[in-house]
C-alpha cells in the first residue's frame, strides 16, 4: 500500500466514509429505484441535514473533550424564541433571528463557563441544562400563549428572504439546510485542521494539562466550542422554525443523542483528542440513509432504534481500534 | 568557575507548605548558563515542588525567585515560559494523539495569511519540525506520525528540541530518563547535554545518580525538603553521591 493511501485509511473518518458507502449499496438493493432515486436521495440528506449541523459542533466539542447534551433543548429554545420574539413582541423575522442567535451563543457561554468553573462534567452540567432549558421553553410558550405549539411566521414581515435563506428547496428536493450543513462541515474542518485553534481544541481534548504547560488557554476554547455547538444548535431552531412557519416547544428531544450517536459512528472519540467533523457529516448522512431507507424497503420504523444503536456498538469497537493504531508506529 | 558566573535562574531559601505538611524547607539552588545542574533526592525529597515553583506553578510560601539577578514573580507557568524558563514534565509534556508537528508548535502556532484567512503556516511547521529534530540526531519518519508512536527517548527529545527553538534559557527536565532503557537514556542525556552547550541553564531532576553524574556540572540533592548537598562535580563521586541521597553519609 502506498504512503498516501495508508494516511488516507488512518484518518479517524476513514471507517465512516466506508460504512456509507456500504449503507448505500444495502439500501439501494433493499428499497431499489425509490432510494437511489433523485427523490430518494434528496429524502435521506434532507433528514440528515439538521442533525449534521448538530453534529459539527458536537464533533469539535467532544474533539475538545467535553460534551452537550443540551443541544436538544437549545434547538427548542431557538425555534421558540424566533416565534414569541415575532408573533408576540411583534418584532420583524431578521430582528428575531439576530436576538435568537445572541440568546443561544449566551446559553452556550454559560454552559461552558460553568464546566470549567466548577470543573465538574459537562455531561453533568449540561444534562441539567438539558432539562431547564427545555422547561423554561414550555414555561415561557405557555406564559405569553397558552400554547407550546405556535404558527404563523409566515404573516410576519422579512419572512420571505428568510424562507429563503433556510426555508427553501432550491434544487430537485434538495433543501437549503443541506448547504448549511455542509457549509458549516467545510467551515469546521477548516478550522480544526488549519487554525491554531484547531490544534488547541485537540490538545484540550488531549491532554489538557500538556495544552496548559505550554500556555493554551484551555478554558478559553472550552467556553468557545459550547458557542459553537450552541450556534448550532440555535441554526438548526431557525431553520426548522422558518421551514415550518412555527415552532413546538418539545422540538429538538432526544437531538442530543442521535448528534452524539452521528459524531461517534464518524470515529470521533467519546474520551477527546481524536476525531474529525468529516466523519460526523458521514456519520449524519448513515443516520439520514438508515431512517429513509428502512422505510423504503418497507420495513417496520420501529427497527430504525435498534440498527441505531447497534451501528453506535459496532462503531465504538471500531474507534477503539484505530485508537490503538493512531498510537502505533506507522 | 560555578562561582564567577552569575547564576542565570536562582531560587534562595525558599519553603512551601501544602495546608499543615511542608514540603520544602529553606532550599535554595542556583543554574547557570551552560551548566547541567541535577537535582537529586528519593521519592517525596521536594523534587517536584521545588521544579513546579521554578516553573511558575507555584508560588513559594516564602524565599526569593530570582531570573539575571532580578526578583520575579509569577501568576502561571505561561508568565515563565515568556521569560524563557520552558519545563519539561515526564508525562505531561506532550499530547499523545497530536502529530509531531502539532505538539512542536503548540500553542505557538506560526500563521500565515490575513484576516479570516489566517492559518497554521503547515509547511513551515513541518520542515522545521524535522530540521530541528535533525540537528538533535533524531530522523523522524514522517511529522505527521502521532507523538504516541514515539518512543519515550524521542519524546524526550521532541519536548528538548522545542523548548530549545522557542528559545529556552533555563530548561528544567523533570526525570526524563525514568521508564527509560539504556541506550534511550543516554540518548537522551546527551541532548541534555547538548542544550547545556548552547548556552541553556539546564536544571535535570532525577533519581539516578549515574545519569546525573554523567552529564551534570552541579549537583544538588534533596532529602525530606530540606537541601543536604549542593557541590560542583569535582567535589563528589557517583558514589558519594548514591551514599547523599540515600543519607548513609551526609
Given at each position: 500500500m502506498s504512503g498516501r493511501a495508508a494516511r488516507v485509511l488512518a484518518r479517524p473518518e476513514a471507517a465512516a466514509a466506508v460504512g456509507a458507502v456500504l449503507i448505500w449499496v444495502l439500501f439501494a438493493g433493499l428499497a431499489g429505484p425509490p432510494f437511489r432515486s433523485m427523490a430518494g436521495t434528496a429524502s435521506y440528506l434532507n433528514a440528515a441535514a439538521p442533525l449534521g449541523i448538530l453534529g459539527v459542533g458536537v464533533a469539535l466539542l467532544m474533539i475538545g473533550g467535553e460534551f452537550d447534551l443540551s443541544v436538544g433543548s437549545i434547538v427548542g429554545v431557538s425555534g421558540m424564541s424566533v416565534m414569541l420574539l415575532t408573533t408576540e413582541v411583534g418584532w420583524s423575522v431578521w430582528p428575531a433571528i439576530f436576538a435568537t442567535v445572541l440568546l443561544c451563543l449566551l446559553i452556550g457561554f454559560l454552559n461552558g463557563l460553568t464546566v470549567v468553573r466548577t470543573q465538574l462534567p459537562s455531561f453533568i452540567v449540561t444534562l441539567a441544562t438539558l432539562f431547564i432549558l427545555r422547561g423554561l421553553t414550555i414555561a415561557a410558550a405557555r406564559g405569553f400563549t397558552r400554547r407550546t405549539q405556535l404558527g404563523?411566521?409566515?404573516?410576519?414581515?422579512?419572512?420571505d428572504l428568510a424562507s429563503y435563506a433556510?426555508?427553501?428547496?432550491?434544487?430537485?428536493?434538495?433543501?437549503?439546510s443541506i448547504a448549511w450543513w455542509l457549509g458549516t462541515a467545510a467551515l469546521a474542518t477548516w478550522v480544526l485542521l488549519r487554525t491554531p485553534w484547531g490544534n488547541w481544541i485537540f490538545a484540550a481534548g488531549g491532554q489538557a494539562e500538556a495544552a496548559r504547560n505550554v500556555g493554551v488557554r484551555v478554558g478559553r476554547v472550552k467556553i468557545g466550542l459550547f458557542m459553537t455547538t450552541a450556534f448550532c444548535a440555535c441554526l438548526v431552531g431557525i431553520l426548522q422554525a422558518v421551514r415550518f412557519t412555527g415552532a413546538d416547544a418539545l422540538r429538538g428531544q432526544l437531538q442530543e443523542f442521535y448528534a452524539i450517536i452521528a459524531v461517534v459512528i464518524g470515529g470521533t472519540l467519546l474520551t477527546g483528542g481524536y476525531g474529525s467533523v468529516v466523519g460526523a457529516v458521514f456519520g449524519a448522512l448513515i443516520f439520514g440513509m438508515v431512517r429513509q431507507g428502512i422505510v423504503m424497503a418497507g420495513v417496520?420504523?420501529?427497527w430504525f432504534q435498534v440498527v441505531l444503536g447497534g451501528m453506535l456498538l459496532l462503531a465504538v469497537f471500531v474507534n477503539r481500534y484505530a485508537l490503538v493504531r493512531a498510537q502505533r508506529a506507522s | 568557575m560555578e562561582t564567577a558566573v552569575a547564576p542565570r535562574l536562582e531560587v534562595h531559601d525558599v519553603s512551601m507548605r501544602f495546608g499543615g505538611v511542608v514540603a520544602l524547607e529553606h532550599a535554595s539552588l542556583a543554574a547557570r548558563a551552560g551548566e547541567v545542574t541535577c537535582l537529586l533526592g528519593d521519592n517525596g525529597a521536594g523534587k517536584s515542588t521545588l521544579i513546579k515553583i521554578m516553573g511558575g506553578v507555584h508560588p513559594p510560601t516564602s524565599g526569593a525567585y530570582l531570573l539575571d539577578g532580578e526578583v520575579v514573580r509569577f501568576r502561571s507557568p505561561s508568565d515563565a515560559l515568556s521569560l524563557g524558563i520552558a519545563t519539561v514534565y515526564q508525562d505531561l509534556a506532550m499530547v499523545p494523539l497530536m502529530s509531531v508537528w502539532r505538539n512542536f508548535f503548540l500553542g505557538s502556532e506560526p500563521t500565515t495569511g490575513?484576516?479570516?484567512?489566517?492559518?497554521?503556516?503547515l509547511a513551515r511547521c513541518r520542515e522545521e519540525t524535522r530540521t530541528e529534530l535533525a540537528s538533535m540526531g533524531i530522523e523522524l519518519r514522517d511529522p505527521e506520525q502521532t507523538v504516541g508512536s514515539l518512543s519515550g527517548g524521542e519524546r524526550q527529545a521532541v519536548a528538548i528540541a522545542r523548548a530549545l527553538h522557542f528559545g529556552a534559557r533555563v530548561l528544567i527536565l523533570d526525570?526524563?530518563?525514568?521508564?527509560?532503557?539504556v541506550q534511550q537514556s543516554e540518548r537522551v542525556l546527551a541532548h541534555v547535554r547538548t542544550a547545556a552547550e548552547r548556552g541553556v541553564a539546564v536544571v535535570l531532576v532525577t533519581h539516578s545518580p549515574h545519569h546525573a553524574f554523567s552529564v551534570g556540572d552541579r549537583f544538588v540533592v534533596l532529602r525530606r525538603g530540606r537541601v543536604v548537598t549542593d557541590e560542583p562535580?569535582?567535589?563528589?563521586?557517583v558514589d558519594r553521591l548514591t551514599g547523599l541521597m540515600s543519607g548513609a553519609s551526609a
Open positions: 404563523g411566521l409566515d404573516d410576519v414581515a422579512g419572512y433556510f426555508g427553501s428547496a432550491p434544487f430537485a428536493g434538495l433543501r437549503v417496520e420504523a420501529d | 490575513w484576516g479570516p484567512t489566517r492559518r497554521i503556516d526525570e526524563p530518563t525514568a521508564a527509560l532503557g562535580r569535582e567535589a563528589l563521586s
